[in-house]
DNA sequence: CCATATGGTCAAGCAGCTTGACTATCTCGA
DNA sequence: TCGAGATAGTCAAGCTGCTTGACCATATGG
């Protein structure tokens, strides 16, 4: 495979990443979840099943912890998150998503669904699993990173 | 397809993406190109061909211009390109990659043959070459847009 | 040939991240 | 058991890359 091949590839990957990223966070938006980013559902993705500390977060995002602390407020503020007293540490702070967190957490599941049923459209539904499953063999471990 | 498939294949696409495009200016860094970070890229390829105005490279961006411009002043800066008078109109400037500036895009092209090389690994040629054109029949057209 | 549109830059401001410093609490070995 | 070091979280200041607003030079069209 040249070079170039390779380069195309990126190239295409990137862009259909760009696109369903901005297209989820619209969907989000035009749901009535307001002031929110793509990093929020980054973060909300960590934080659904459980909850978690700043610390794990920061880890997830591939940030500093002082960043996710910022982020944390901003959720908290715009009633997303709540913080409560983590359980067996006394220095920590469990972050738990809200109704409101879940509501929009099941709001991004839709737009996404929406712009997967479009590629849907055109690969088919047998090719989008087959996009999903080659996608998934080589999804890396570890943080998250932004595309660019 | 449910929403939650729809999430987990967003997942994966965006944490792909993530890392393709860590790897690709990892690469680039590590054969001593300094200074440059992934929106020079995207900046690259767009000057690839024949240059481009100042209010081409913010449009393919998705940028004003004047956050292109100051991209410009950068990588002219920085020795990657640099500012032509425009053939037919005397107010644009035609802004043209310079010998290190195709170095860089070929090192560029390299790193992103060699993470490609890496999913070939796991998937096959064949996966990948599928993988590329799924991807390609799906890409948008219109402005790069970072993943989050 | 002038009114308006367009290409580019300067300047100021803002948002999201960083580094550095600090307190509170936990962990663990002497 | 207790004290030294590690860890969780936050406050503060600074930097970077973007934005908006203003401006000049040149192009375009009635």
Same mark, same amino acid.
């Given at each position: 495979m040249?070079?170039?091949? !390779?380069?195309a590839?990126?190239? !295409?990957?990137?862009?259909? !990443?760009?696109?369903?990223?901005? #297209?989820?966070?619209?969907?989000?938006?035009? &749901?009535?979840?307001? $002031?929110?980013?793509?990093?929020?559902?980054?973060?909300? @993705?960590? +934080?659904?099943?459980?909850?978690?500390? =700043?610390?794990?977060?920061?880890?997830?995002? $591939?940030?500093?912890?002082?960043?996710?602390? %910022? +982020? =944390?407020?901003?959720?908290?503020?715009? $009633?997303y998150?709540? #913080?409560?007293?983590?359980?067996?540490?006394? #220095?920590?702070? /469990?972050?738990? /998503? @809200?109704?409101?967190?879940?509501?929009? @957490?099941?709001?991004?599941?839709?737009?996404?669904?929406? =712009?997967?049923?479009? *590629?849907?459209?055109?690969?088919?539904? $047998?090719?989008? #699993?087959? +996009?999903?499953? %080659?996608?998934? &063999?080589?999804?890396?471990?570890?943080?998250?990173?932004?595309? *660019?």
């Amino acid at each position: 495979m040249h070079n170039s091949e !390779a380069m195309a590839l990126s190239a !295409a990957l990137l862009a259909v !990443a760009g696109e369903l990223t901005h #297209r989820i966070n619209e969907g989000v938006l035009a &749901r009535g979840f307001e $002031g929110v980013r793509p990093a929020h559902g980054f973060a909300f @993705t960590r +934080l659904a099943p459980d909850g978690a500390t =700043v610390t794990d977060l920061a880890v997830h995002l $591939g940030v500093t912890k002082q960043a996710a602390s %910022q +982020l =944390v407020e901003e959720i908290v503020r715009k $009633g997303y998150a709540e #913080r409560r007293p983590h359980p067996v540490d006394a #220095r920590a702070k /469990l972050i738990v /998503l @809200t109704e409101r967190g879940w509501a929009c @957490t099941r709001a991004a599941e839709e737009a996404a669904a929406e =712009v997967v049923q479009r *590629w849907s459209d055109v690969l088919g539904e $047998g090719g989008v #699993r087959a +996009l999903g499953g %080659q996608l998934g &063999r080589i999804a890396p471990y570890g943080p998250i990173r932004p595309a *660019w």
